[in-house]
């Protein structure tokens, strides 16, 4: 049943009483105040955020940009998908992940390899899972292996989700690095910020972070990772596209007492461009100089914050997180590219990674092609979900275990 329309226009009026109490029309102005405190920004007199290069912001007309050519002739994304975490009758806990690149322009034998992991946990105390490998499938073209979870009191569903997840995407990134030769793009960001937020998160999931392998071994493939593409001299990026960081708001709020809710939201105000009469412009891409942080999760692997068992190879500032915003007002959205300081402490690869950026933006109106072809290779459609999670519960003998939801969902689908 839906709200009769009495009561959307009640809904509406107490949203109305609400709106008159924020005014956003001085936030142009705290957005150009909050902007000057990023050169540098301070944290107790330690630098946590600085600019590489001049602290502008910057225009670029979408058709012109979007005709330029890539620095880069060939460019690789990667990405991973999940079915979601799932409980079973018999107190398993799993998720299942795939990872896949894509290749532009396309490679079909590339784009046929894949890396599956399960994650799977249990909390009964009999059960003595046996240390699993890798095994080879489907001709040699996919990996696959289970990866049983450290035992948790807790959110069992965000360990096995992460696991599989990040060990999935890191394992298929460094067992296919060989093929990319100008340009790899992660779908996500740098480092696995779903991994590296449970230090934040809960004093339990902190506690894996330093205490249990496979968390442990997943982070150091992301150091390796780096490494990997930096001694190859092939440039690594992230392509975030739904960025929920809240480090770089988070220091302006103290300072400044900054209104907006996330990073985001405050570059898109930075970044926003209205007419005279206050709509939007839509004719150019606006965006944000490189800046390298040392803020939030961004310092736990990049600024070595999070001790990892790895021998690192580099440098240490080489491993820093360094990104740069993009704002694409056609669809009022905000994209954050993070790339290894490795790379971008170079002024003409950080000019040749930014027009390339910006090109598949604005011809994409989205994210870089490769990215896409990856998204499309890795993605566990609905369907998909439903057919492998019945294979589960034959194989394991038992039923998912169902809540009112899937039942209130089911039944709305089929009205679909």
């Known amino acids: 049943m839906t ?77 991973a998908g999940t079915i979601n975490p799932t409980t079973f009758k018999n107190g398993l806990v799993l998720d299942v992940s795939q990872a896949a690149m894509a290749a532009e322009p396309s490679d079909v034998e590339l784009h046929r390899g894949r890396t599956i992991v399960m994650t799977v946990h249990t909390n009964d105390r009999t059960a003595a899972p046996s240390a699993e490998g890798w095994r080879g499938s489907d001709r040699g073209y996919a990996r696959r292996r289970v990866l049983h979870a450290p035992r948790v009191d807790r959110y069992e569903q965000t360990v096995v989700h992460a696991l599989a997840l990040y060990l999935a995407e890191s394992e298929h990134a460094l067992a296919q690095a060989e093929v990319v030769e100008d340009l790899l793009v992660l779908d996500g960001p740098l480092y696995p910020t779903g991994l590296l937020k449970w230090e934040e998160r809960d004093p339990e999931l902190r506690r894996l972070l330093t205490d249990e392998k496979q968390p442990r071994d997943v982070l150091a493939n992301y150091l390796e990772l780096v490494e990997t593409f930096v001694e190859r001299d092939v440039p690594l990026v992230g392509f975030v596209k739904n960025s929920a960081s809240k480090a770089v708001t988070r220091l302006l709020r103290e300072k400044t007492g900054a209104p907006w809710v996330d990073d985001d939201a405050f570059f898109r105000r930075v970044l926003e461009r209205p007419d005279e009469d206050g709509e939007p412009r839509t004719d150019a891409l606006t965006f944000t100089g490189w ?36 704002y694409d007002p056609r669809d009022d959205l905000v994209y954050r590219v993070e790339a290894p300081y490795a790379f971008t402490r170079d002024p003409d690869l950080r000019a040749d990674l930014t027009t390339h950026l910006l090109s ?5 109106r989205g994210p870089p092609l490769a990215v896409g072809k990856a998204d499309e290779l890795a993605r566990i459609d609905r369907q998909g979900k439903r057919t492998l999670r019945r294979r589960i519960e034959r194989e394991f003998d038992t039923d998912r275990q169902r809540s009112y939801n899937d039942k209130r969902w089911a039944a709305m689908e089929g009205m679909l």
């Not at 502008?56 to 060939?74: G, M, N, Y």
């Open 360 to 364: 598949a933006v604005a011809a994409e």
């Open 3 to 79: 709200l009769d329309p009495v009561h959307v226009d009640g809904i509406a009026q107490l949203a109305g009483r609400v709106g008159r109490t924020v005014d956003d029309r001085d936030h142009g102005e705290a957005a150009a105040t909050a902007w000057a405190f990023l050169d540098p920004l301070y944290d107790g007199g330690e630098t946590v955020l600085e600019p590489l290069g001049e602290h502008r912001r910057r225009k670029v007309a979408i058709e012109d940009i979007a005709l330029t050519e890539s620095p880069f002739p060939t460019q690789h994304g990667l990405d």
């Open 291 to 326: 800046f390298r942080s040392r803020l939030g999760t961004d310092a736990a692997l990049g600024c070595g914050e999070l001790e990892v068992p790895h021998e690192h190879s580099l440098d240490p500032e080489a491993y820093e997180v360094t990104f740069f915003v993009v």
